[in-house]
């Protein structure tokens, strides 16, 4: 009798690990990372303040549509204003020299699968960070699609790109 016990709970344990570990398997995040990157913009009137932007571009590979992207980094929780990107052509008039994509403003149902994604973390407006945010993530993303909870996404490194003459 206890060696049917025994193989049963061995069985137990050969069956229900593999769906234990792949419980536990880390989600994959919806969208790839291409680069993120401060850049700052030199004002034309000599008075202005230098202006330092944070940008992420993303390639979007999630089902459905972000619902909306938040910025925790170094100076605290930024909501981020999401734009479909366009990568600017070597070349093109009347675009500043330093600007490597154009952006337009689209609604949720406008991004697809596919779409790259400009995010800017912008400052204003009063969002408290959710209770679900670990209080000590850093330099993470954290976004949400149909239906999910909250979704991080550590970014490790920027790029310092030029600065940008303005008129």
């Known amino acids: 009798m206890q060696t049917k016990h025994f193989l049963f709970l061995l069985l137990l344990v050969f069956v229900g690990a593999p769906a234990t570990f792949a419980k536990s398997k880390k989600k994959q995040p919806a969208f790839k990372l291409i680069e993120a990157y401060t850049q700052?913009?030199?004002?034309?009137?000599?008075?202005?303040?230098?202006?330092?932007?944070?940008?992420?571009?993303?390639?979007?590979?999630?089902?459905?549509?972000?619902?909306?992207?938040?910025?925790?980094?170094?100076?605290?929780?930024?909501?981020?204003?999401?734009?479909?990107?366009?990568?600017?052509?070597?070349?093109?008039?009347?675009?500043?020299?330093?600007?490597?994509?154009?952006?337009?403003?689209?609604?949720?149902?406008?991004?697809?699968k596919g779409d790259t994604l400009e995010l800017t973390p912008v400052t204003g407006g009063r969002f408290p960070i959710p209770k679900e945010i670990p209080a000590n993530a850093k330099n993470t993303l954290f976004y949400k699609t149909a239906g999910s909870g909250w979704l991080s996404f550590p970014v490790k490194s920027f790029t310092q790109k030029p600065a940008i003459a303005r008129p």
């Open 40 to 112: 700052r913009s030199l004002p034309g009137i000599p008075s202005a303040p230098v202006q330092t932007d944070t940008k992420f571009i993303i390639l979007w590979q999630g089902a459905s549509y972000p619902e909306t992207f938040f910025w925790r980094g170094e100076s605290g929780w930024l909501s981020c204003r999401i734009d479909k990107a366009h990568k600017v052509k070597p070349g093109t008039k009347n675009i500043p020299k330093g600007i490597e994509y154009t952006t337009e403003f689209v609604t949720g149902e406008q991004m697809h």
